[in-house]
């Protein structure tokens, strides 16, 4: 069925208060860029709800998109009637038809903002319920108190709008409200995760991806942009910044033992994400580190790598189980293209037993070795930074299994 208009509710945003006018206007601007390319649509944020007028765009389409967009409850596509009581009725018929294909119980709403119409809101509901009854006599029946279908009306100067669906959205808070914050990406299945927890609870996120070719592929790096993508359709765009870390890796290997290797790496990365955080205005750090999954993340492994800042560093997957990841990166649809066999520089150089309890002033120690200002300094001085939307491709599937046979 083809709508008219949609009402978005905004459910955790009502809680806001004083802010309440911010996580709205944040919410409009959001939805306005995820249906970018839907020129005749129009966007009214208001202080309960949010209409969206389809002016004749796909609906279908349109809630695709509204789906993914943080910061929306629910959501109802609506008919639009003239404010005539027949109409009313043929439109309702019409819902009811497509809607309900077995035995349903249904209640009338009607909300009643045109008080120039003549009929009242206790008598709409009496009438055009009556009216559904005898339409349909062996389809419905009313409950007032748990009905499968609650038909919603609501009577406005610009004509009656009619509702029988309450689709689910997004939930949580508008991508922005909650600040921007640096998201340390790999190539694995927990980081894309972990971003997208981040973002549903409104932060802004920066993909800071760390390459070292020729030990990492094109591949590998094209498959976290590509992840980036997939992540970037609940924000409409994501800035993506390439580190080059093959110095820093190759001077770690040379200079410190094997068993702190992992350990000086990633503080080294740890520091490289602190000082984009600094350069680009950032108020934390995002991972994807589950407490105890692999060697670096052990509480002891945290406390050696969490060292090197004072800015928070923060783990929105730190206490889920594997499968959990699992579940959720195969519902936000990252998790075929986060098994894609590229290794990224995590992997490339991981010892074989890396310390799972290193010693903090060993790390230091190890870490003296370094010259560790020109090494981040070379690295910031080559960074990349990509704009990347929802929809953009970065690896040719066909062609990277083809190549992985060769």
């Not at 000082?275 to 589950?290: V, Y």
Request: a neutral charge; aromatic letters at 8%; one cysteine or more.
């Amino acid at each position: 069925m083809q709508y008219d208009e949609i009402m978005v509710r905004y459910g955790e945003l009502s809680t806001k208060g004083r802010n309440q006018k911010n996580f709205i206007d944040r919410l409009g601007a959001n939805v306005t860029k995820a249906l970018h390319g839907f020129d005749q649509v129009k966007i009214h944020p208001q202080r309960d709800r949010m209409h969206i007028d389809l002016n004749g765009a796909d609906s279908d389409q349109v809630m695709d998109r509204l789906k993914q967009v943080f910061g929306i409850q629910t959501f109802s596509p609506s008919l639009r009637v003239d404010s005539d009581f027949e109409a009313v009725k043929k439109a309702a018929a019409k819902m009811i038809r497509e809607q309900v294909k077995k035995p349903a119980t249904f209640k009338i709403s009607t909300r009643h903002a045109d008080h120039g119409f003549p009929m009242g809101t206790f008598e709409m509901n009496r009438e055009l319920g009556a009216y559904l009854l005898k339409e349909f006599p062996n389809l419905l029946t009313v409950d007032v108190h748990h009905p499968d279908i609650d038909l919603m009306v609501e009577i406005r100067k610009s004509g009656i709008y009619l509702t029988s669906e309450k689709i689910k959205g997004a939930g949580g808070l508008p991508v922005g409200t909650a600040g921007k914050g640096m998201m340390m990406l790999s190539g694995g299945i927990d980081s894309p995760v972990a971003a997208y927890l981040a973002m549903k609870r409104g932060v802004s996120l920066e993909m800071v991806h760390f390459y070292s070719p020729p030990y990492t592929s094109e591949q590998a790096l094209a498959k976290s942009k590509e992840l980036t993508s997939k992540l970037a359709k609940y924000c409409g765009s994501i800035k993506f910044i390439q580190v080059p870390f093959t110095e820093i890796q190759e001077t770690v290997k040379e200079k410190v033992p094997e068993g702190y290797l992992m350990t000086v790496q990633r503080r080294l990365m740890l520091r490289l994400a602190a000082a984009l955080a600094m350069k680009r205005h950032g108020l934390a750090i995002f991972n994807g580190e589950s407490l105890g999954q692999v060697a670096s993340q052990t509480m002891e492994s945290m406390v050696a790598i969490n060292d090197v800042t004072t800015w928070p560093v923060l783990r929105p997957v730190l206490s889920f189980d594997k499968t959990e990841i699992i579940k959720i990166a195969e519902e936000i649809d990252t998790y075929e293209l986060s098994i894609l066999p590229y290794e990224d520089c995590c992997t490339v150089f991981t010892p074989p037993s890396p310390k799972t309890k290193p010693n903090l002033k060993r790390a230091r120690s190890y870490e003296a070795r370094l010259d560790v200002e020109g090494l981040m300094q070379r690295a910031l001085d080559n960074i990349k930074i990509t704009e990347i939307h929802a929809g953009d491709e970065f690896l040719n599937q066909n062609q990277d299994v083809f190549a992985e046979l060769l």
